[in-house]
T-cell receptor, first 115, second 116 residues
Framework: KAGVTQTPRYLIKTRGQQVTLSCSPI?????VSWYQQTPGQGLQFLFE???????NKGNFPGRFSGRQFSNSRSEMNVSTLELGDSALYLC??????????????FGEGSRLTVL | GENVEQHPSTLSVQEGDSAVIKCTYS??????FPWYKQELGKGSQLIID?????GEKKDQRIAVTLNKTAKHFSLHITETQPEDSAVYFC???????????????FGQGTTLQVKP
């Protein structure tokens, strides 16, 4: 069974630009969550999508947005990039719903550097 | 707000010794507490979890204890091996009527180094 796939793995942007990251969950998983990981803050929850609807949202500004497609693939977008957005962005999938055990399956992440 | 504090931030032990990592959570509604191991080049993996209806859970060399009254939970690794070297994250979440969600509140992480 293929794991969670995130693309691109590495990218460099400049301030003011925007970026789109992609996540393909494990087959059969309907929930996709996004986390931002930085050395000082650890993993911080961005948002979760379940069956194409945003189910939970963290405390990030509106520049951070996401969506989920009918095949459960998800994208997150960051507009008007700031230096502080440099981080490892992690995607995690799970079955979601009553069948979920709570275990999240993480991808290797997309490392974003903002110059 | 929801918060999880994790200590220590770094931990160095000799091979064969035990390692203990502690976490404190703020949301009394939290009822699910997983631990994840993050290694370079690999996605973070669940190593053990515990739900609020039990006080302790063991899986070979790894154990987790939970004190709901004090809002503390801890990871215990016995007979540590060099391959245990990694970053460990504790987390807390709340299972709702619709089941577990993908929203976890993570601690800041502990870098464990096991010296041969």
């Amino acid at each position: 069974k293929a794991g969670v796939t995130q693309t691109p793995r590495y990218l460099i942007k400049t301030r003011g630009q925007q970026v789109t990251l992609s996540c393909s969950p494990i087959s059969g998983h309907r929930s996709v969550s996004w986390y931002q990981q930085t050395p000082g803050q650890g993993l911080q929850f961005l948002f979760e999508y379940f069956s194409e609807t945003q189910r939970n949202k963290g405390n990030f500004p509106g520049r951070f947005s996401g969506r989920q497609f009918s095949n459960s693939r998800s994208e997150m977008n960051v507009s008007t990039l700031e230096l502080g957005d440099s981080a490892l962005y992690l995607c995690a999938s799970s079955r979601g719903g009553q069948a979920s055990t709570g275990e999240l399956f993480f991808g290797e992440g997309s490392r974003l550097t903002v110059l | 707000g929801e918060n999880v504090e994790q200590h220590p931030s770094t931990l160095s032990v000799q091979e064969g010794d035990s390692a203990v990592i502690k976490c404190t959570y703020s949301d009394s509604a939290s009822n699910y507490f997983p631990w994840y191991k993050q290694e370079l080049g690999k996605g973070s993996q669940l190593i053990i979890d515990i739900r609020s209806n039990v006080g302790e859970k063991k899986d070979q060399r790894i154990a987790v204890t939970l004190n709901k009254t004090a809002k503390h939970f801890s990871l215990h690794i016995t007979e540590t091996q060099p391959e245990d070297s990694a970053v460990y994250f504790c987390a807390a979440s709340t299972r709702s009527g619709s089941g577990n969600t993908g929203k976890l509140i993570f601690g800041q992480g502990t870098t464990l180094q096991v010296k041969p």
